[in-house]
């Protein structure tokens, strides 16, 4: 459960990196358009005449800052699309356009009930304002999260549905804009009544916030840079950014919520004197790190390795540290920490929330779209002028951050003899890190776990197995296999593709099913993703060489059948019993018109041949897979068995027709729960079998799976022993 809401925030996280990344650039046309249109810089710097009113200069200028205003005022309904993609599975462009029209409806519902209620007086002062056109509750970039989550979920639920025949139009895809819709329109109305109180809350909270003074700071600092190595930052620091809990102020008239957005607010008035150090106390503490400190510590690694590697060190360093000071891009240098040592990366979080602090103290009021680079320092401290923002005590602290970073982490590197870049073995090349090689560390000692590192791997090796991208043709998968179309059949390499996981190849002419059981879907979606790369076939055969040419030795195993298994390990102990899914006759797995069950490269089991058109859960567990197409299902026990159940033989083709699916991914399931209905008639009478293989795909970890000697089974009889 803690893995699953940990990957679900992660996701959250990423999504808002869609609108966070364009920040940068309405940050750049409203920092540029209103800096040069202040009357007071202009006059400061004697500019009127060259940029003042009345000049095409400042005409440009002006369009500039309301193209960069228009992004930060509508960021709600970005966040409310933004949140829709990154959640949705599938067909993402459906997500986004629902939930802009699940905003709309959402808002203009709330409108109307201010309206109807007695109009925005009756609420409190400040809690409504001015959404896309609607009066509104002050929701900020909450209300188009809650829609993007909201709508992600109903995407993800509904995007593949069938309705009746008659209502069939509105079916799939095209019914998921519409019940967003519906649903908005109650969220809508309930957040008349829910979000008021909510407001108060968030306020209090803001309030709390804002009297913790430099310890909260300091707090905030360390905790912002800790939470990086899990992606989890995002979603910390962007309430505070974005929404009451970072604070409110009033600015020309309008009531302002979030740091971020009081800065650019103050930002575009003109009658700004100064910036809030309220606001910029989530802001400006990453400048001194980001533009010295790291530098400092690329220099300490630089100067620590060993002679012979500093050139390529240096240049790896160099290239970090200035991606570093320009755009507050840090990712190469923190993770090299990580993984090599992270007592280095927890000292660094330790001085960050310092410098976070001292910023706070001194009273630095830089703001930033993005991150603290260079940048950011020029366009909104520099440029606006130290009187406004006090930028110089960022130079003054950074240069002792320089070299704090420099000469404390060249002492540790030495004592501790850490293996920065540069300090390997011989056999190791000088690299920097990035979070996919803190993953794979991560994740390396899980048992029966493939670490993200052999994930990368296998796209390339499934492609060169292939016979290299020029010889693909088309990519599908059902349940269990992928499905790949190639131009030349002799070109397709077994021994590659088995080395990629396949448990079996089957050819029939030009396609090819290479079996890997039910992860195929993900492991589709790599090598699509890779076929889309713009790597080369020449790459892939470089890399796959060594691979090739030195296959993995693997035990030879000889198939048994599964009585004289059983007869020979009358001392196995019984660990899971799998009960009949279906009713309906007992047929030998070996009697199954399709290799890859018949073989037993799935896995043992044994097939039914379905008299009713429901399955029921087999035991009690989770929902490991519910394939889109709803024609077969992957679980897994409480006890470890992993089992699919394959409904009929190519039913994947029927694209989800005749059956009703009562399961989602992640679902916890007791034994007899109904997990699918399917109409037998249709299928047979569409051209497939719908006998039912009930496959134990881990049976390697077991030492025998006995099965039933019934010819026939209701559901929940028993139908497989699986014992060790």
């Known amino acids: 459960m803690k893995d699953k809401i940990f990957g679900v925030l992660q996701r959250v996280g990423r999504s808002f990196m869609l609108p966070i990344a364009v920040l940068p650039v309405a940050g750049l046309f409203l920092g540029i358009g209103s800096s040069l249109t202040n009357t007071t810089m202009l006059e400061t710097y004697n500019l009127m005449g060259i940029l003042g009113p009345g000049t095409i200069a400042y005409d440009i200028l002006s369009v500039l800052s309301e193209a960069g205003n228009i992004i930060f005022g509508n960021l709600p309904i970005i966040f409310a699309m933004s949140v829709a993609i990154g959640m949705a599975k599938k067909e993402k462009e459906v997500a986004a356009l629902s939930g802009a029209i699940a905003f709309f409806v959402m808002h203009a519902s709330i409108g109307k009930m201010i309206q109807v209620m007695g109009g925005a007086e009756k609420l409190l002062a400040g809690s409504t304002t001015n959404v896309v056109g609607i009066l509104s509750l002050q929701m900020g970039v909450f209300g188009g999260i809650i829609v993007g989550l909201g709508v992600a979920a109903l995407h993800n639920k509904y995007y593949n549905i069938e309705l009746p025949q008659v209502l069939s139009f509105f079916g799939g895809t095209r019914f998921v804009p519409i019940i967003s819709s519906i649903v908005f329109l109650v969220v809508g109305i309930l957040m008349y009544y829910v979000w008021p109180p909510v407001q108060v809350v968030m306020n209090k909270l803001g309030d709390l916030i804002a009297g913790s003074g430099y310890i909260g700071t300091l707090f905030y600092g360390i905790i912002e840079r800790a939470l990086i190595p899990f992606g989890l930052h995002h ?22 919520e979030g740091a971020q957005n009081i800065f650019f607010a103050q930002l575009g008035s003109p009658t700004t004197t100064a910036f809030s150090v309220e606001a910029t106390r989530f802001m400006t503490g990453k400048f001194p790190f980001m533009i010295f400190g790291l530098p400092g510590a690329a220099l300490a690694m630089y100067k620590t390795s060993r002679p012979e590697k500093r050139q390529v060190v240096g240049a790896l360093l160099f290239s970090a540290a200035l991606t570093a000071m320009l755009t507050g891009i840090t990712e190469p240098i923190e993770f090299t920490f990580i993984f090599v040592a992270p007592m280095f990366y927890a000292i660094h979080c330790v001085l960050a929330g310092i410098s976070f602090m001292l910023m706070h103290i ?12 260079f940048i950011d320092l020029l366009l909104f401290g520099i440029i606006q002028g130290n009187a406004k923002t006090n930028w110089v005590w960022i130079v003054i602290v950074g240069v002792v951050y320089f070299f704090v970073y420099y000469f404390l982490f060249s002492a540790l590197i030495k004592k501790f003899d850490w293996k920065t870049p540069g300090r390997e073995p011989d056999t190791e090349e000088p690299k920097l890190y990035r979070r996919s090689d803190v993953e794979a560390a991560k994740n390396a000692g899980k048992e029966g776990e493939v670490s993200p590192a052999s994930k990368y791997e296998e796209a390339p090796l499934i492609t060169a197995g292939l016979g290299g991208k020029k010889n693909i043709s088309d990519v599908d998968c059902c349940a269990t296999r992928l499905r790949i179309t190639v131009f030349d059949a002799s070109k397709v390499d077994d021994s590659l593709l088995k080395q990629s996981g396949a448990a079996g190849i089957i050819k029939k002419g030009n396609g090819i099913q290479v079996i890997y059981g039910p992860k195929v879907t993900v492991i589709k979606s790599r090598l699509e993703d890779y076929l889309h790369d713009p790597i080369s076939d020449e790459e892939v055969s470089v890399n796959t060489a060594n691979t090739a040419a030195e296959p993995v030795k693997q035990e030879e195993k000889k198939e048994e059948p599964v009585a004289d298994k059983k007869s020979e390990n009358k001392a196995a102990a019984l660990v899971d019993k799998v009960y009949a899914p279906i009713q309906g006759n007992i047929v030998k797995l070996e009697s199954v ?20 058109g429901k399955v029921y859960a087999p035991f009690d ?3 490991e897979t519910a394939f889109p197409t709803k024609h077969a299902i992957g679980l897994t026990s409480d006890k470890g068995v992993e089992l699919l159940i394959h409904v009929g033989m190519d039913t994947v083709k029927l694209g989800g027709a005749h059956f009703i699916s009562h399961i989602e991914e992640g679902q916890k399931i007791k034994k007899g729960d109904l997990l699918l209905e399917f109409n037998i008639e249709k299928i047979r009478g569409a051209g497939y079998p719908t006998l039912t293989p009930v496959i134990v795909t881990n049976s390697d970890d077991y030492s025998e799976v006995g ?5 026939s089974v209701n559901a ?6 699986v014992k060790k």
Do not use: C, R
């Not at 910390?236 to 008239?253: A, E, K, N, R, V």
């Not at 001194?362 to 680079?373: E, N, R």
């Not at 099965?707 to 010819?711: N, Q």
């Open 235 to 256: 979603v910390f620091y962007t309430p505070l950014w974005q929404t009451s809990l970072g604070g409110t102020m009033m600015i020309d008239g309008n009531l302002v």
């Open 362 to 373: 001194l009273h630095v009021t830089v703001g930033m779209t993005f991150s603290g680079g």
């Open 593 to 612: 018109k399709d290799e890859a069950f018949s073989s037993g490269a799935m896995g043992k089991g044994i097939a039914i041949e379905p008299k009713e």
């Open 621 to 623: 567990g989770i929902i």
């Open 707 to 711: 099965i039933t000697s019934a010819s």
């Open 716 to 721: 929940g009889d028993d139908l497989l022993d």
